[in-house]
């Protein structure tokens, strides 16, 4: 095991784009590279870096962390398959990697080595996934673009089939977050109201629909403290505390076993989940003790209970009760401790643990940053 660890500092969840540089720690997860935020602001990644994902100028694969740029604003990050967005303070928005969709916003279909900023506006949070990326404004305009087949830009399919510019989602002005699946996409506003469209081929919409839709529609009447849009389904997090899913369940990522669920379905009973976050066909969510759950796809090893057996309910991520908020996962998985810790476990073929080696890890493995 890795036992030199890079300090971040623990703050939780990522914060707005206003936060001080590094105040708030953050780590991505593509399909084939990772990304993190330490203390002080400054960007590093590693791991598959074909289509310039990495995004140190090169397309060459990393083994472990390099350091991206010289900026130290960094604030928060998502990464989608092949690609990264990053928030710099200020509010300003920054993508590099694939961009055959137009993913990276920048106005063109050219895969970007190093991070090329999107437009002039300000923004408080993004996600990115697949082929498209969505992400809100300071004003609470909610704004996305690339690919747009089933609908999941919030605009007619026939009307804008793909763009690599932002467009706007309706005219609403309270938007609080949004979190992208492979087709679909889903977004909280500030009443705490849970709003998704797109591809629901597999429920994943929550509204009863096996279809798609091309224009934000409610999700039920409650609260949802947080959500998060997996390959082919939706968890979220209610002010309650309980854990709701929905969608495709092939591989048990609704965190119960059964089939797919075309409405919200509770998993569990416990009323102290602070988060759920979702890749690919595997979620994670953390709860008010500190502790770490995962479920779902387990391939990999990317559930972290030191076995790659499916998992059709949340199951403990080792004894640690010092997880913060922060984590992310797609075939990997990689998450924060409060004492400024970044760990990764799961999927390791092109190195995206960041350890030097390829080996898979079913546990989590401590990542060293120079």
Known sequence: MITGTVVIAATGAPGPAFAAAGSAATVATGYSHTCAIPAGGSLWCWGGNGRGQVGDGTTTARIAPVRVGTATDWTALEAGTSYTCGL?????????????????????????????????????????????????????????????????????????YQTAVPVQVGTVNTWKSVTTGYAHTCATRTDNTLWCWGDSTSGQLGLGILSYRTAPEQVGTAAWASVTAGYTFTCGTRTDGTLWCWGENGYGQLGQAGIYQTTPVQAGTATTWTRVAAGDNTACAARTDGSLWCWGNNMAGQVGDGTTVNRYAPT???AATTWTADFALSYHSCGTRTDGSVWCWGNNASSQ??????????????????
């Open 88 to 160: 710099r303070t200020g509010g300003g928005l920054w993508c590099w990697g694939a961009n055959t969709r137009g993913q990276l916003g920048d106005g063109t279909t050219t895969h970007r080595s190093a991070p090329v900023r999107v437009g002039t506006g300000t923004w408080t949070t993004v996600s990115a996934n697949d082929g498209h990326t969505c992400a809100v404004r300071t004003d609470g305009t909610l704004w996305c673009w690339g690919l747009n087949r089933f609908g999941q830009l919030g605009t007619t399919p026939d009307v804008v």
């Open 353 to 370: 643990l960041g350890d030097g080696t390829t080996t898979d890890r079913p546990t989590p493995a401590a990542v060293t940053i120079a």
């Open 316 to 318: 403990r991520v080792g």
